[in-house]
């Protein structure tokens, strides 16, 4: 019975997600119903207790990523670099390679620090184009965004800002660069057979004589006119990625392991706060390049924004918020599930799972999958399960910097299934349906998740990191 009751709150959830509800609203609901079934007298104190906990935890790390992140993006498509780059791209790739295209320019944007809703609204104008003027139907379009925005850029490439990158770094005392090598490898493994599959649909549906279909798009073009010089487009990206990277390591040689406030530096202060800087490495990291990201799109492309700026970083905190609380929700749901006898029977079940790898893969990409959310998914797993897959690594000699990329690769696996918020996203935008296209986003997804037991048996047969 336990067990029902667990499976009875996730399939709610999955369900109220699908179906277009708030998962703010319905996270909550589907946890303390699962309570109530289970112990009636102990809602209110697990409400307050473990879901409010977990839910103000997980904002504290990491809504000020949400939240720098969110503005970069907005202020990169108010400059009109992100409009830059895609021509950029259209014009040396080619038009002949449209897949190839919108992938690159999705990964770049979304790998510079860009919120992957960002890059579909701004891939998606210049992308239909593109297909309008190869005749490749539309309806393999949304394939092409899926593997460029949520794949590999995502979960897998070193450094990647993106939340889901992020989240592990506090759980397992690593750096958004963990495993470097084995991250290259998973990415290039996702791109070419990614490629492949794309491109073989793409002459397989042409072979019929299908091509565009009826509606004709066209770019938006840019207020101004004239278009910023791309390399002026990349320099924000690049220096996310870089100053990432040199922060890393300089916040460490700062900092230590450990930063103590006393009164004698803050005399208004009570008591000590001691602050442990090996779990928030990661994520200062970020911010800072995501804060240095935005102050070169200012000094560089402010008479372009000068006029939306208000209204524009309004409507980026605005999505933060959303989607943080979201994510937030979904962990304090995680947090609660976690508690309940059905779950701790489910964890016993994968901890028969002998391989410590292959069992936080398969725990977090399920989780993934039910929730319809790659943060999610990670984060309710992580709650529940994360001191058990660092104790089956060390006890195995696996390295964190492993465990790390194999629980955001996983992440990012079984996640976009049909009720997940970025697929229903995808497909509102470029105006097509779950039976057109779907078929094309679930092949990337079936190849996302081939690649995170690829990369485990990389691993295992060389020991690369």
């Not at 708030?22 to 996270?27: E, G, K, P, R, T």
């Not at 259209?90 to 999705?106: D, W």
């Not at 004698?264 to 911010?287: D, F, H, N, Y």
């Not at 529940?384 to 390295?399: E, K, L, N, R, V």
């Amino acid at each position: 019975m336990s067990l029902l009751i667990v499976l009875f709150a996730l399939v709610f959830l999955m369900l109220a997600a699908y179906r277009g509800y708030s998962v703010i609203l319905f996270a909550p609901v589907a946890a303390l119903a699962a309570v109530l079934l289970t112990e009636p007298a102990a809602v209110a104190p697990v409400f307050s207790g473990i879901f409010m906990e977990k839910m103000v935890g997980f904002i504290k790390l990491y809504f000020p990523v949400f939240l720098l992140g969110a503005v970069f993006g907005k202020l990169v498509e108010l400059a009109g670099f992100s409009e830059a780059i895609v021509v950029a791209a259209i014009r040396y790739i080619g038009r002949s390679r449209a897949n190839a295209v919108i992938v690159a320019v999705c990964a770049l944007l979304t790998y510079g620090g860009v919120s992957l809703f960002v890059v579909v609204f701004a891939v998606y104008p210049f992308a239909a184009e593109l297909y309008r003027q190869s005749g490749i139907p539309k309806r393999l379009m949304p394939g092409a965004i899926a593997l460029g925005a949520f794949s590999f850029t995502m979960d897998t490439l070193p450094g990647t800002p993106q939340i889901q990158n992020i989240i592990p770094t506090t759980f397992f005392q690593t750096t958004s660069w963990a495993a470097p090598w084995l991250s290259t490898i998973g990415a290039v493994m996702t791109v070419v057979v990614g490629l492949a599959y794309l491109e073989w649909r793409r002459r397989t549906v042409m072979a019929t004589g299908e091509g565009y279909g009826d509606d004709v798009a066209k770019p938006r073009g840019t207020e101004g006119g004239k278009l910023p010089h791309p390399l002026l487009a990349l320099a924000p990206l690049l220096l996310v990625g870089v100053a990432n990277f040199v922060l890393t390591g300089l916040i460490r040689d700062w900092y230590g392991d450990s930063y103590r406030l006393t009164s004698s530096l803050l005399p208004g202060l009570q008591a000590p706060v001691e602050t442990p800087i090996k779990t928030l490495v990661g994520i200062w990291a970020v911010e800072g390049a995501l804060l240095l990201g935005i102050l070169l799109v200012c000094a560089t492309a402010f008479g372009r924004i000068r006029a939306s700026f208000a209204d524009g970083t309004k409507l980026a905190v605005g999505g933060a918020l959303l989607a943080a609380m979201n994510t937030a929700s979904e962990y304090g749901f995680g947090g609660v599930i976690a508690a309940l006898p059905g779950f701790v029977s489910v964890s016993e079940a994968l901890r028969g799972i002998p391989d410590p790898l292959v069992n936080a893969a398969i725990s977090v990409t399920s989780l993934a999958g039910i929730t319809g959310s790659a943060s999610g998914g990670m984060s309710i797993a992580l709650a529940a399960m994360a001191d058990t897959f660092i104790a089956g690594c060390q006890a195995a000699g696996i390295p964190l910097e492993v465990l790390h990329r194999v629980v955001a690769m996983a992440s990012g696996g079984m996640d976009t299934l049909p009720h997940n918020g970025a697929v229903i996203t995808l497909l509102a935008v470029t105006g097509l349906t779950h039976r057109q296209s779907y078929r094309d986003i679930f092949g990337i997804t079936i190849i996302k998740t081939a690649a995170v037991f690829f990369v485990i048996a990389v691993y295992y047969l060389t020991g690369i990191v």
